[in-house]
């Protein structure tokens, strides 16, 4: 009878978790194991006894291959291929779970000489087949089968008419079928597997899908892709506790694009092995319904990293997968987009805002630069950059934008609002790309340094550089109370030409809290304690030295009359010229520099830009006046304005 050629150590490779290993192995024993429990199919699974003829293993049988069992085409001595399967521990011991095979010999005497160590099938001291001599069986059988030796080598067993004849199939002739089997290569040591992530649990690596091909229903899976974009730690709070998360897109070679969220733990794991640009293996997570609310990406699911997840760096780097994914949209789509839509759009930097500081719901401040973009379709829009950056990328174009070059700016992910017209604002998870090398960006450079530059183009915002939103929104300090300014839900947004005629000197700062959560500061108010050292309510820390912020009251007047305003850090330290820590050193050691700064901003005239809204004091509700912006007075500004007003007025 001719002999199949088994793969060479092929079960202690295949436990072992070589990935590229396909191992070539004979059944020696297969039974059926009885599934008993409500709803459950008696005798729907099946286990065997696999060996590479020297050791053996258990395999278990999944579901999907019962038919093959059932109808014998897998039974004793049937040589298989293993070409999908994981190794799993039961019962404290390595098993293959076999999840798809080809049959390569249906039938076949035993080959080699392979020791039996699993204890189910035999509670005996380990025999060799070459020892069988047909008073034991691997197995549990039916009846009594006599050997028959057809061709004095090792015995083939018919059962007798009462056997189970899945368990025992019989034997049709005595010539086993032709077989050229493929060329195994010798067993080479497979890497080593720390005790980790998926890998402990499966021992081989999944194999790498589309992304596109992600589905909640899949039990192993990998996706290999490049991080497109990474956002920034951001704390929670919820009924669980506090909490903390960052994600980061992949894109995969076939354009497929994914987000991945990682929490707490996983955030200390992955956080810094994430890199943008670079390409990454990620394996196993809980694929949930995307957010849509927060998740701009062209897929309906996002993972959720867990405990064994790995997220494994790709040192070579795969080319066929881009580094990032546009759909740029001319501007003039854009009047024409729902608000909300998140877009990639592509200009020229006309020209750059100084970069302004606001005070959010939640009490913390926030950056915020506006620059205009145009392009070849006719049209500019104002783009709202937020937080950081205003100070990265936003001072980049400000100081280029002032040497006389206009960049090419790509905006990857924006959002797209109706504030002053229709704008595009950053979110956390946009990017900025300053000339950057693409076909869109060098067409555009063609065409600005062509003529482009005094093409005449129609903005589809409303003007909101300084000068325009002055001369929009110029009030008297009297029209604050007079036209009831301040009084609606939302705050009134105004510019007054004024001069500052008094500062509250005795309380001009306060002490804050230090400490930095992510990217932002507490800056509450703290305070020392008996020992000697400063105190925080809120994060319930001490340290030993505090910062200073301002909290500055200063009064105003023009013609019409007087008010108070509020300027917080940043406008108050644009005012004074210098930092609340300093300032209040002067004065502690009474240095004249102190007097000299205050009167310095006296009776100088400004335009000033206030947020002027009702708030509650107690049981009173008062106007107050928000100080956010501070600019020195311009004659010849000042001057245009007046000639604009007039003709208006006049009707020219």
């Given at each position: 009878m001719a002999s199949?050629?088994?793969?060479?150590?092929?079960?202690?490779?295949?436990?072992?978790?070589?990935?590229?290993?396909?191992?070539?192995?004979?059944?020696?024993?297969?039974?059926?194991v009885n599934v008993d429990g409500p709803g459950a199919v008696r005798?729907?699974?099946?286990?065997?006894?696999?060996?590479?003829?020297?050791?053996?293993?258990?395999?278990?049988?999944?579901?999907?291959?019962?038919?093959?069992?059932?109808?014998?085409?897998?039974?004793?001595?049937?040589?298989?291929?293993?070409?999908?399967?994981?190794?799993?521990f039961v019962g404290g011991r390595k098993v293959f779970v076999v999840l798809n095979l080809t049959v390569l010999i249906l039938e076949c005497d035993?080959?080699?000489?392979?020791?039996?160590?699993?204890?189910?099938?035999?509670?005996?001291?380990?025999?060799?087949?070459?020892?069988?001599?047909?008073?034991r069986q691997y197995g549990s059988m039916a009846g009594n089968p006599s050997p028959v030796s057809p061709n004095g080598n090792v015995p083939v067993y018919r059962p007798s008419m009462s056997e189970n004849s899945l368990n025992t199939p019989t034997r049709l002739n005595n010539k086993a079928p032709a077989f050229q089997p493929t060329a195994q290569p010798s067993y080479c040591p497979a890497p080593s597997y720390k005790n980790h992530g998926a890998i402990a649990k499966n021992e081989a690596p999944a194999r790498i899908i589309p992304i596109s091909a992600l589905n909640p229903y899949q039990g192993r899976w990998a996706i290999k892709g490049r991080v497109t974009a990474k956002g920034d730690i951001r704390r929670y709070h919820n009924a669980k506790g506090e909490g903390k998360v960052f994600n980061f897109d992949l894109l995969d070679s076939d354009g497929g694009e994914i987000r991945v969220a990682c929490f707490n733990a996983l955030l200390d794991r992955f956080y810094e092995v994430v890199e943008v640009g670079k390409v990454y293996v990620v394996s196993r997570g809980n694929l949930k319904a995307a957010q849509k609310n927060f998740n701009h990406l062209n897929n309906e699911w996002e993972i959720m990293l867990e405990n064994g997840s790995t997220v494994e760096l790709?040192?070579?780097?795969?080319?066929?997968?881009?580094s990032q994914r546009y759909d740029f949209r001319p501007i003039s789509e854009i009047?024409?987009?729902?608000?909300?839509?998140?877009?990639?759009?592509?200009?020229?930097?006309?020209?750059?805002?100084?970069?302004?500081?606001?005070?959010?719901?939640?009490?913390?401040?926030?950056?915020?630069?506006?620059?205009?973009?145009?392009?070849?379709?006719?049209?500019?829009?104002?783009?709202?950059?937020?937080?950081?950056?205003?100070?990265?990328?936003?001072?980049?174009?400000?100081?280029?934008?002032?040497?006389?070059?206009?960049?090419?700016?790509?905006?990857?992910?924006g959002r797209v609002t109706d504030f002053n017209g229709k704008s595009v604002g950053t979110i956390s998870s946009s990017q900025l790309l300053i000339d950057p090398d693409l076909s869109e960006a060098h067409t555009l450079r063609q065409w600005f340094d062509g003529g482009g530059r005094d093409a005449s183009t129609q903005s589809i915002s409303r003007d909101i550089a300084p000068a325009a939103s002055r001369n929009e929104n110029r009030k008297t300090v009297a029209q604050i109370k007079d036209d009831g300014l301040g009084?609606?839900?939302?705050?009134?947004?105004?510019?007054?030409?004024?001069?500052?005629?008094?500062?509250?000197?005795?309380?001009?700062?306060?002490?804050?809290?230090?400490?930095?959560?992510?990217?932002?500061?507490?800056?509450?108010?703290?305070?020392?304690?008996?020992?000697?050292?400063?105190c925080c309510d809120k994060c319930d820390k001490e340290f030993e030295q505090c910062d200073y912020r301002y909290l500055l009251q200063l009064q105003i007047q023009d013609h019409s009359g007087t008010a108070w305003v509020t300027a917080f850090q940043e406008a108050a330290q644009e005012l004074l010229g210098c930092s609340a820590g300093d300032l209040n050193r002067y004065k502690e050691e009474q240095d004249p520099r102190f007097a000299e700064t205050m009167l310095s901003?006296?009776?100088?005239?400004?335009?000033?830009?206030?947020?002027?809204?009702?708030?509650?004091?107690?049981?009173?509700?008062?106007?107050?006046n928000t100080l956010v912006k501070v600019d020195r007075f311009d004659p010849a500004g000042e001057s245009k304005?007046?000639?604009?007003?007039?003709?208006?007025?006049?009707?020219?």
């Open positions: 199949a050629r088994l793969t060479p150590n092929g079960v202690p490779a295949g436990l072992a978790g070589d990935p590229n290993l396909r191992p070539i192995l004979q059944v020696v024993n297969l039974r059926c005798g729907d699974r099946w286990r065997g006894l696999v060996s590479d003829g020297t050791d053996t293993c258990p395999a278990m049988f999944a579901g999907q291959l019962s038919n093959l069992t059932r109808s014998g085409a897998i039974r004793r001595g049937t040589v298989i291929q293993l070409d999908e399967y994981v190794v799993n035993i080959i080699g000489n392979p020791v039996i160590t699993e204890s189910e099938f035999s509670n005996q001291t380990p025999p060799r087949v070459a020892q069988f001599n047909g008073t790709c040192p070579d780097e795969d080319r066929s997968i881009p009047e024409d987009t729902p608000t909300a839509t998140m877009i990639d759009i592509i200009g020229v930097v006309t020209s750059v805002s100084p970069c302004t500081t606001l005070l959010k719901k939640n009490g913390t401040e926030t950056q915020k630069r506006n620059i205009s973009l145009k392009d070849m379709s006719g049209r500019s829009v104002d783009v709202t950059m937020w937080g950081d950056f205003c100070n990265r990328e936003g001072s980049q174009l400000q100081e280029m934008v002032e040497r006389g070059v206009f960049p090419v700016l790509a905006v990857k992910t009084m609606q839900d939302k705050p009134d947004w105004i510019t007054v030409k004024a001069s500052i005629i008094f500062f509250k000197s005795d309380n001009f700062c306060y002490t804050a809290c230090p400490t930095k959560e992510g990217d932002r500061q507490c800056n509450k108010k703290v305070t020392k304690g008996t020992s000697g050292l400063w901003c006296l009776f100088q005239d400004y335009l000033l830009r206030l947020k002027v809204k009702e708030e509650t004091y107690g049981d009173e509700r008062r106007v107050k304005y007046l000639l604009d007003l007039i003709s208006r007025s006049v009707g020219y």
